[in-house]
Structure formats: C-alpha cells, structure tokens
C-alpha cells in the first residue's frame, strides 16, 4: 500500500493545475480545412515514414509491431497510400 501512496504523491506533486477560465476559440477554420483537403498523402512520402520505422519499438494503438511492418513495407506502401487518402477524403478513419 505504501508503494500506491508514494506514487498518488508524486503523480500529485507534477500535477498541473490550469486555468479554464479563458480557453482560446480557433478562428479561420475553413483555411485549415481546404489546406488538409488539398493534401495527398504520396507513396514516397509512406515509403520514407516506414523506412524511418524502429524494430525496437513497441507496437502502436494498432497493436502492429514494427518488426512485422518493416519487412513488408515495399509491399504494403501501395494499400496503405491508398487507406491514407480515402481516410483523408471522407474525413473518418477506418475501423479496423
């Protein structure tokens, strides 16, 4: 139980408390929105991402490792570009 109470105290003592008092509005939102729907995602720029991937690194919130994704890259590159900008179109990510 100790071990619960010193980290409650340490977790409490970095803590941050802010001010919500005044939360700035975002403005020009529809400069954004155009900039993200004029974008395309190209398989060179994928190609680059998954060679600057790290076998030593853990799995994302996909649950994929990085050591299954970097022998298969070239061959994923393809449907992964095209998973990428159908997700940008439709402004939603798919399920699986």
Known sequence: MSCHKNSTTFFAS????????????????????SEID???????????CMTKLRADKSPGSDDISPRLLIPIAEEIVVPLTIIFNKSLESGSVPED
């Open 14 to 33: 970095v803590f941050t408390d802010e001010d919500l008092s005044y939360v700035p509005q975002a403005t020009n939102m529809s400069s954004l929105v």
């Open 38 to 48: 004029s974008k395309e995602i190209t398989e060179d720029r994928v190609r680059k």
